[in-house]
């Protein structure tokens, strides 16, 4: 099958899967109960409750109601967010932005941190520094973050009062537009150092926690890799050229360790979005995390309904990427079979 | 289901971390935020609209500070005092007619909304009739439409409200209650206008009043941000406003310890982690007028109780029930446990505070073992036992409540049975709502008034909002004289007459109650020491603040 078919069928499928992900989405959804609960006050009368159930279509049969919420979407409406008492289509790139800034902030840490531990573990293999490490490795993969937040806050924001909290500081969050929604991008744009340093300072403490987990992960990945690596015949022969051993490391067992810890890369990105739910509510970051948190504790099924239909339309979609990369790096792999 | 969520196991660690590490923070000595205050508050409003919000909620807060009303409540007493009015109506002064059914408001001269437009008259009627045509239901127009017939711009200085009946507590309740708010007529009708039935969508989101602050900003889930109102028509608000929404309440202890916060909102729980912290005060005084309390049902549904539920649906109806419950109740361990002390007993159903609390009435405030057991066992149910549900919502006081509650009737006897339904917020308040209710007791707390009318009405008249659901008319041992005595006091406009029948009723609902009231809140307040001018008054929205008051 060539290439451009597969595509196109692959696309004629795609509002099929999505069609049938919304109805798995919305059933599961309901049989936790009516969405009714976080639209009401504490002392409606029935008839006051009937008029809220009307002004949502939750007085129609359910189908019905699925096709209001269907036709919402389709038309960029995604119903009303009781958390964050405004729309949900208002809210939520806003929110996305906000979480998607502060995971890649993380993962720079732990990608940066992580690489560096491991490789200076890796060349002292069994010596104090791979203790050390292995001991600061270990740590982050096992303290709680929620703990490892708090703590963060006491010492550096609480106690020295260098570190601020939350996403920025209004004054200087308001100076500027926010075209693109991520502060440090905006900030560039509008070529704003304050806001650009606000946002970085802003972001140290919650990637910090966030990053220290995953900076274990990479670290003790790339640690065995480089362990690996070090071993085989090349290094020997690029020593024997008589290569000095900081470029044996660098040139050459550095850069073949880290094809297995990319990959381990790549799978702490969705470990680092999970972690934003508790960084996020230690340090008031306005994200989706600490919104979904929020919505699952009030029973806000217009905001998971949004972010689970999101994230399930984003997986279909990057597998649909996925295949085709695979498809084209490797020659091997048989389109449509 | 008794647990109270993963929240508390993870403010428990943070406490104790917190206790452990934040202890030796020093007092700082200069103020931080100069000019600006940085209040902590707990809740997101839901809406920022007078016509829409719903007494007690997030929304209050931010509308008492940007909104004005005709009339207010100062500081220091209960006494009202003018706002946009020039002087509070009465008899004397004409304002009120004789008959009680007319009241006219002179209006202050030369004052201006945010938007710049002058305030007058027509923005009183406007905003008033706004309220009542868009009628929402999760809003309070109620507190309007149940009094006010008609109302009428006599000239641009004077606004002339018509009541359908003489109203005692129209003056105390109604006209200053955040649902009579003073909107800027112009910035509505460009953004949307009035439609009955539907919320506006603007004033959801945005304000112009001609209150002390101004609306700046509302970053959901972040902050909300004020203003100084420089052209204010009385004395200028010193300090612009932040305020910094939700999070873990464990954090804003800390930010408070730190200096990060100059006030917070927090439960008396959360006190014991500022006592003894430099640089930070303790408020304490007053008391919420938000009694917490258990509902007994006494029109339960054939076959809805819960599956573990064994009482029959008329259980509630025996009145020597309702009373043993009352005296079973173990209100000390309440009061010096989960509200750490701060708290009062309030007799049924007048909060200590309001007009008409009766100081000699009699109260249930200490646990009555032996009167306890006397009634249960005249009733016949001592010897077979029973088990029942109260429904709540979890992880908070009012789940405490239930849990003592569970614990003083079943230690009692072994044979009695309480299952503490502790739900998220949504589901109970969907719950709630349903009438028939399909739960046999019900905890939570009463909205907050500044009148005896409301909670007699609400919580207590057999023909009131509750005393529908709940079907008191099927328990009270003189249904028709209760109702009787309420109605009297509500057009009762001589004073002394009518704290004598709230007496009386007070006297008369302690022998037939509908209610536990497991206590009266404390207000418990933490401020920086740099806050000058602090106070409190529990008849403004929770939390009682108005931050035009302060200075640092």
Known sequence: MQLRDYILRRLMVLP???????????????????????????EMTPDEVAEIEARFNLDKPVWVQYLYWIRGIAMGDFGWSGVAAAPVADVFPLKLAATMELALASGLVALLLGIALGTYAGARRNRLPDHVTRIVAVSGASLPQFWFGILLLIIFWAQIGIAPIGRSDATIFASIAHPTGLYTVDAILAGSPAAFWDAIWHLVLPSVTLGY???????????????????????????????????????????????????????????????????????????????????????????????????????LVVNLIVDLVYANLDRRVTLGK | MTTLGWRSGLQAWIAALTLALAAPLAATAEVNNPGLLVHAADDEPTTLDPAQVEPGEGGETVILQVYDRLLDVGPASPDLIPSLAAVVPSLENGGISGDGMTYTFKLREGVTF????????????????????????????????????????????????????????????????????????DAVEANGGVEAGVPNAFMAGNMVGTGPYKFVAWNRNENIQLEVNDDYWGENAKLDVRIEIGGDPDVRVLGLRAGEFDTIETDPSFIADLEGADGVTIFT???????????????????????????????????????????????????????????????????IGIFGHDQNAPVYSSQNYAEAERLFREAGVWDEGFSVSVITEEGNLFALMCLVLKDSIERLNPKFRINVLAVAESVFDDAHAQNPLEYAMWAKNADPAADPNFYMQAYQHPDGEWGVVHGFANGYRDAEKVASLIDQAAVELDPARRATLYSELQAMLYDDPMWLIGAQEGIVMAHRDWLKGFATQPLWPRPSLKFALFDK
């Open chain 2, 285 to 351: 005084g007053g008391l919420l007028l938000e009694p917490l309390h258990i509902g007994f049902n006494l029109n339960i549904p054939e076959g809805a109780l819960p599956s573990e539920d064994t009482i029959p649906v008329d259980f509630f109806h025996d009145p020597r029930i309702r009373q043993a419950f009352n005296h079973a109740f173990d209100y000390e361990a309440f009061l010096n446990g989960p509200l750490a002390g701060y708290g009062a007993f309030n007799p049924h159903y007048t909060p």
């Open chain 2, 114 to 185: 945010h938007d710049g437009t002058a305030f007058t008259a027509d923005d009183v009627k406007f905003s008033w009739d706004r309220a009542m045509t868009m009628d929402l239901p999760e809003g309070n127009a109620g507190a309007l439409s149940d009094v006010v017939a008609s109302t009428e711009a006599v000239d641009d200085m004077t606004f002339r409200a018509t009541l359908s009946e003489p109203s005692a507590s129209f003056l105390n309740s109604t006209v200053v209650a955040m649902v009579a708010s003073i909107v800027s007529q």
């Open chain 1, 16 to 42: 099929v899967l999505i069609i049938g992900v919304s109805i798995v989405v919305f059933t599961l959804t309901r049989v936790g109960g009516s969405p009714i609960g976080i639209y009401l006050s504490h």
């Open chain 1, 213 to 315: 987990g995953a900076t274990a992960i990479i670290a003790r990945m790339m640690r065995s890799a480089l362990v690996e690596e070090l071993q085989q015949d090349y290094v020997d022969a690029a020593r024997a050229k008589g290569l000095a051993e900081r470029i044996v490391l660098k040139r050459h067992a550095r850069r073949n360790a880290l094809v297995p810890t990319v990959t381990v890369i790549g799978l702490t990105f969705g470990f680092l979005l999970q972690g934003t739910i508790t960084v996020e509510i230690i340090f008031r970051w306005p994200g989706l995390g600490r919104w979904m948190a929020d919505s699952v504790l009030r029973g806000d099924q217009a905001t998971l309904m949004t972010y689970v239909l999101f994230t399930s339309v984003l997986f």
